[in-house]
């Protein structure tokens, strides 16, 4: 008898496993939503979706939650890709909830929009009936990640509870819910940044230039570098400077950092994260290092 034995690499197994969440949650859910940025991550998940369903197109749309204090390279990536693929897009607008009075904008030299795009996302979802939404939440982001389920259970008002989370045998999912009730999925449970940028590289997918070193006027906060846009409400103690820079993340432009680079190139930019001991979200986002708890606390409002 033949015998075949197939050897699959780490990233074989990580996009068939991603693929398989996407169509079993396309199956069970009767409005799935991919929410998507314009981020390295949702790039990946956008291309996963599309290798999912193909030749077949992506059987939902995608959603951005939308600051407003956004990177300009970063929003006309997202156009312009969303364009190409020919997937609708949903932007929900932290402005338009400011300005129904949903939310009251922060002040001081600290403020910004990140907490705010709870209320609009829970408003998109209910507004479009959405009963799962696909984020690209990777473990080896942040403590809170580990308490997550791939399928992760909502209660009708949006909030995440982890004592409410369901048991996932195996690639086994509890996809059961209630009417006003939603799942957040996560078919990156399993990648770390490494993966990523390893995929990228494979798929030879574009992103934002953003990602790459490139010269920006930013000042410095706590020890962080910020870009020095109209909305980062820089102090006069707080001196602009020229830098080389790049983006680990991409975010709110009012709370997410830049790390000093030389990397323009893809190979480069793997070589630096290959050799960092720096989380992500620890080096690039000011919101986080306000509290160890801080991921955790934003997850229980809905947001993540």
């Known amino acids: 008898m033949q015998r075949c034995d197939y050897l699959l690499s780490q990233l074989d197994v990580l996009e068939a496993e991603a693929m398989h969440i996407f169509r079993e949650v396309a199956a069970e859910f009767e409005r799935p939503v991919l929410l998507f940025s314009g981020g390295k991550d949702s790039i990946v998940m956008l291309r996963l979706a599309q290798k999912a369903f193909w030749p077949a197109p992506i059987p939902f749309p995608v959603m951005h939650v939308d600051t407003g204090h956004n990177f300009p390279e970063v929003i006309e990536f997202r156009d312009r890709r969303v364009a190409e693929i020919g997937v609708r897009l949903v932007v929900a607008s932290v402005q338009e909830s400011i300005d129904s009075g949903r939310v009251v904008e922060e002040r001081g030299r600290r403020a910004s929009r990140n907490r705010l795009q709870t209320v609009t996302l829970l408003d998109a979802i209910e507004a479009h009936e959405f ?127 830049a790390v000093k680079s030389a990397a323009v190139t893809l190979e480069q930019v793997i070589e630096e994260i290959a050799a960092t001991r720096i989380t992500e979200r620890g080096q690039t986002r000011a919101d986080d290092r306000a509290s160890e708890a801080a991921m955790e606390d934003r997850k229980k409002e809905g947001y993540f």
């Open 131 to 257: 009963d799962a939404a696909f984020g690209g939440a990777r473990r080896d982001e942040e403590k809170a990640r580990a308490k997550e389920r791939v399928v992760s259970f909502r209660d009708e008002f949006g909030q995440w509870d982890p004592k409410n989370q369901r048991p996932e045998l195996w690639n086994l999912f509890n996809t059961r819910i209630r009417r006003g009730e939603h799942v957040r999925v996560f078919p990156l449970s399993n990648w770390t940044e490494l993966d990523i940028w390893d995929y990228v590289r494979r798929e030879e997918l574009e992103l934002p230039p953003i990602y790459f070193a490139h010269n920006r006027p930013v000042f410095e906060r706590d020890g962080m570098l910020l870009a020095d846009l109209p909305y980062a409400n820089r102090g006069e103690d707080e001196p602009a400077f020229e830098a080389t820079v790049r983006y680990r993340t991409v975010g709110d432009a009012s709370c997410t950092g």
